[in-house]
C-alpha cells in the first residue's frame, strides 16, 4: 500500500529564512508526486509535479523539489519565505503502474507553515 | 481558463432535507472528482468520473450520490445526511484519470 510521510507536522520559519517541508514516499516504483497548499478556508491549489522527467521540479511562487529515489524523498523548498507562504501544505502520490490505483492520490497529513515577521 | 468552481460556497442543511452541490470546469478534462476534507486533515477520495462514467467509489454511503450530466459538470446529491458529515466538499479535474488534479475552493457543508 501506498503511504506518504510529511515529517513535522507544524513548521515555523522567520521571514526571508528557508523554509523545508519534508515528504517521504513508500514505493517500489517511483511514483508521481505533488505538493499542493491549502490556503483557509480554500481549495488546494497544486504547487509543483514529478512525472519522471527532471529531478529537480521548480513550481510556482518559487517553491521547488528535489526527486531523490535513494531516500525514497520529495523536500519542499524555498530560499526565502514570505508573510504570504504561510498555509497548509500537502505531499500527494500517484501510485505507478497504475492499474486500479488511477486516479487516486494518498496524501499527506499535512503541514502547517508558519511565518514570523 | 484554468478554473474549477463549486456553488454554492456554504451550505448549511437538516438531516432531512436533500440538496446539491454543484462543480463545473471548462478546461476541457474528462476526469472529475469528489473528495471530503475534515478541518486539519487531508481530502479523502469519495467518486472519480472518467468520460462521464462512474470510475470509483470508496465505499460512500447513499447518502450521497453523485452524478455527472456532462463533461464539464459534476452534481453531488446529499439526502438524510449525518452531522458527521460536516466537512468541506471538495471537486478536482484532471485531464485523463490519473492526471494532476486542479482543485476547485470547496463547498462549507454544515449538517444540523
Known amino acids: 500500500a501506498q503511504s506518504v510521510t510529511q515529517l513535522g507536522s507544524h513548521v515555523s520559519v522567520s521571514e526571508g529564512a528557508l523554509v523545508l517541508l519534508r515528504c517521504n514516499y513508500s514505493?517500489?516504483?517511483?511514483?508521481?508526486l505533488f505538493w499542493y497548499v491549502q490556503y483557509p478556508n480554500q481549495g488546494l491549489q497544486l504547487l509543483l509535479k514529478y512525472t519522471s522527467a527532471a529531478t529537480l521540479v521548480k513550481g510556482i511562487n518559487g517553491f521547488e523539489a528535489e526527486f531523490k529515489k535513494s531516500e525514497t524523498s520529495f523536500h519542499l523548498t524555498k530560499p526565502s519565505a514570505h508573510m504570504s507562504d504561510a498555509a497548509e501544505y500537502f505531499c500527494a502520490v500517484s501510485p505507478t503502474p497504475r492499474g486500479s490505483t488511477l486516479g487516486r492520490l494518498y496524501f499527506g497529513r499535512g503541514t502547517q507553515l508558519t511565518v514570523w515577521p | 481558463d484554468t478554473e474549477v468552481t463549486q456553488t454554492p460556497k456554504h451550505l448549511v442543511m437538516g438531516m432531512t432535507n436533500k440538496k446539491s452541490l454543484k462543480c463545473e470546469q471548462h478546461?476541457?478534462?474528462?476526469?472529475m472528482y469528489w473528495y471530503k476534507q475534515k478541518a486539519k486533515k487531508p481530502p479523502e477520495l469519495m467518486f472519480v468520473y472518467s468520460y462521464e462514467k462512474l470510475s470509483i467509489n470508496e465505499s460512500v454511503p447513499s447518502r450521497f450520490s453523485p452524478e455527472c450530466p456532462n463533461s464539464s459538470l459534476l452534481n453531488l446529491h446529499l439526502h438524510a445526511l449525518q452531522p458527521e458529515d460536516s466537512a468541506l466538499y471538495l471537486c478536482?479535474?484532471?485531464?485523463?484519470?490519473?492526471?494532476?488534479?486542479?482543485f476547485g475552493p470547496g463547498t462549507r457543508l454544515t449538517v444540523t
Open positions: 478546461m476541457g478534462h474528462r476526469a
Open positions: 514505493s517500489s516504483v517511483p511514483p508521481y
Open positions: 478536482a479535474s484532471s485531464l485523463l484519470q490519473g492526471g494532476e488534479q486542479y
